[in-house]
């Protein structure tokens, strides 16, 4: 037997083979085993601990994704907040001021001029 390779999820079709195989063993009146880890029970014992596995993943996937949303909106109104004050700051003390630089906008001063690129002519 191979070495297994557990830190990887399975293929939602090989579960999906695994279930019909157990619902399928479920019709064999006469499957006995005195392998403990394939017996009918532990076969029951384990499908039911997946199903709450996957259950719980879910519900926790779906408060995920909400907290996801929520920091995602959250952060937005953060930045919009941010750009309605720097807005403010440059109405309220010019383009060229020490406080539009303190809220990190950079001084009309500072700022390069455009230059013209002299053409290079081809010979």
């Known amino acids: 037997m191979t070495i297994q390779d557990i830190i990887r999820r399975l293929r939602p079709q090989t579960i999906s083979q695994d279930i019909t195989s157990f619902h399928?063993?479920?019709?064999?009146?006469t499957y006995n085993t005195t392998r403990a880890d394939a017996s009918a029970a532990k076969l029951q014992e384990v499908y039911q601990a997946m199903l709450i596995s996957q259950q719980i993943e879910?519900?926790?996937?779906?408060?995920?994704?909400?907290?996801?949303?929520?920091?995602?909106?959250?952060?937005?109104?953060?930045?919009?907040?941010?750009?309605?004050m720097k807005e403010v700051v440059r109405g309220?003390?010019?383009?060229?001021?020490?406080?539009?630089?303190?809220?990190g906008l950079k001084k009309k001063s500072d700022r390069?001029?455009?230059?013209?690129?002299?053409l290079v002519a081809m010979a």
């Open 92 to 103: 309220q003390y010019g383009s060229d001021s020490d406080q539009a630089q303190a809220v």
């Open 112 to 118: 390069k001029r455009p230059s013209r690129k002299k």
């Open 58 to 84: 879910t519900e926790k996937l779906a408060l995920y994704r909400a907290a996801s949303d929520a920091t995602r909106l959250a952060e937005w109104e953060f930045h919009n907040a941010v750009l309605g």
């Open 24 to 29: 399928g063993l479920q019709t064999v009146s």
